[in-house]
């Protein structure tokens, strides 16, 4: 009996072994299928660090652009840095009058000598500076900028299209995606302004005249506000204005108050710098009897306005301008 039982209790003992250990199987294969289950963690991302460049300019230099450049001095391209979120050190000034249209986005920058003197320049401690034209580099000038700090330069080609330096700058600055959002943006706002005065103004032909110092200017066919009101805008060019391009070699050219008076325009946009000294060449009948005048047909902005630059900003004010005028 006893041997019986003691039987009996080995088998119970050897199920109840055999049941855990199948228990403790069956445990964890249910732990490896849920770790197997569970989403694998990430690797933590690494911000890649910004590199140097090296770039040849347009005057043959190579120049090594440092890696996200903070203190940039570039003199008069001040609105594709804008455009593209970058302030510079030190803006463009005349006198100390500097472009009025960007002083919101350069609030606070202090002013430098458009000529860019070499004291001035190093004053600043610039780390990238940006040169538009050849001629501000001529002579011995690039190398003593380049003493100061990397000096890229554009080159005349590039300085006369704001677009191609809008693009040029970005990839300078390591920026070609936005510098093309900028420009494909601009170009949507031109292209929809156009079709607007199409529709109430289509073969109307338009003229900037800008007065300064009692002397009067129109504006390039094909050049600053010009570019604008008869490239981008589709407005007529009138023939007096196509006269005085021809023979210019300026954004702005001179022309006679006898000239003006030829003027064949629909409407006329009039920068206006002598309001501080009471304009008294508007008060010529001369002036007072040309037709778009008379129609009231004549639009008047301050100096301070945009359509003495060129840029994406600039331009865009000149686009709200003119909508503003003729379209209303």
Not at 62 to 89: C, F, M, W
Not at 237 to 250: D, L, N
């Amino acid at each position: 009996m006893f041997i019986r039982n003691k039987k009996k209790f080995v088998l119970v003992l050897m199920s109840l072994m055999v049941m855990s250990l199948w228990l403790a199987a069956c445990g964890g294969s249910n732990n490896n299928e849920s770790a197997a289950t569970e989403a694998p963690t990430e690797a933590p991302t690494v911000e890649e660090t910004p590199a140097e460049l090296k770039l040849t300019d347009a005057l043959g230099n190579e120049v090594t652009i440092p890696a996200n450049p903070q203190r940039i001095i570039a003199s008069y391209l001040e609105d594709h840095l804008v455009a593209l979120g970058v302030k510079p050190v030190a803006q463009w000034s005349v006198q100390n009058g500097t472009q009025d249209y960007l002083k919101d986005s350069l609030n606070g920058i202090p002013p430098i000598p458009y000529d860019l003197p070499f004291e001035a320049v190093t004053s600043f401690n610039p780390d990238l500076i940006l040169i538009g034209g050849n001629s501000a580099v001529e002579g011995d000038k690039y190398a003593q900028y380049a003493k100061i700090a990397p000096t890229y330069t554009l080159g005349d080609e590039i300085n006369a299209d704001w677009r191609k330096s809008l693009l040029k700058i970005g990839e300078v600055l390591g920026k070609s995606e936005e510098a093309q959002k900028v420009l494909d943006d601009y170009e949507l706002k031109a292209k929809e302004a156009k079709e607007k005065l199409q529709g109430v103004a289509a073969g109307e032909s338009a003229a900037a005249v800008w007065l300064v110092q009692e002397s009067f200017f129109v504006v390039s066919d094909k050049l600053s506000s010009g570019a604008v009101l008869y490239n981008d805008l589709g407005l007529t060019v009138p023939e007096v204005v196509k006269e005085i391009a021809a023979t210019g070699t300026g954004n702005w050219n001179a022309i006679s108050l006898e000239k003006l008076a030829e003027l064949d325009a629909d409407h006329i946009f009039l920068i206006n710098s002598d309001v501080d000294s009471g304009s008294e060449a508007l008060k010529d009948p001369i002036w007072q009897a040309i037709p778009a005048v008379k129609n009231g047909k004549l639009y008047e902005y301050p100096r301070t306005a945009s359509w003495l630059y060129s840029g994406a900003i600039a331009n865009s004010q000149i686009i709200d301008d003119v909508l503003e005028s003729i379209v209303k």
